[in-house]
Nanobody, 122 residues
């Protein structure tokens, strides 16, 4: 499986933005595809994930209720809809494929897209 994120940009606090992740290869070879983010000077952190077959999702607490992950199976694309954006959401957003283990650990994910930058101004 290969991943490519796109759709980042500069928005203002309170705005919404949707980023995409194109999934090529064999998406059904992985149960979960997810999103991480890395802010300047900080470690990469788990944002949320989706089960590619069932569509069930889970999120980290800091984005619960504001961010929503979905997928279009026909287009082999995963989306991250981000609402009520805050300056602290500024980061490079990466999509990744899960290989096993806790969703929160970077080492549980072994295939990564190149990242897309989201900047939220105050």
């Amino acid at each position: 499986v290969q991943l490519q994120a796109s759709g980042g940009g500069l928005v203002q606090a309170g705005d919404s933005l949707r980023v995409s992740c194109a999934v090529s290869g064999r998406p059904y070879s992985r149960d979960y595809i997810g999103w991480f983010r890395q802010a300047p000077g900080k470690e990469r952190e788990f944002v949320g994930r989706i089960n590619w077959i069932s569509g069930t999702t889970s999120y980290t607490d800091s984005v619960e209720g504001r961010f929503f992950i979905s997928r279009d199976v026909a287009k082999n694309t995963m989306y991250l809809q981000m609402n009520s954006l805050k300056p602290e959401d500024t980061a490079v957003y990466y999509c990744a494929a899960h290989q096993g283990g806790s969703f929160y650990y970077v080492t549980s994910w072994d295939v990564w897209g190149q990242g897309t930058l989201v900047t939220v101004s105050s």
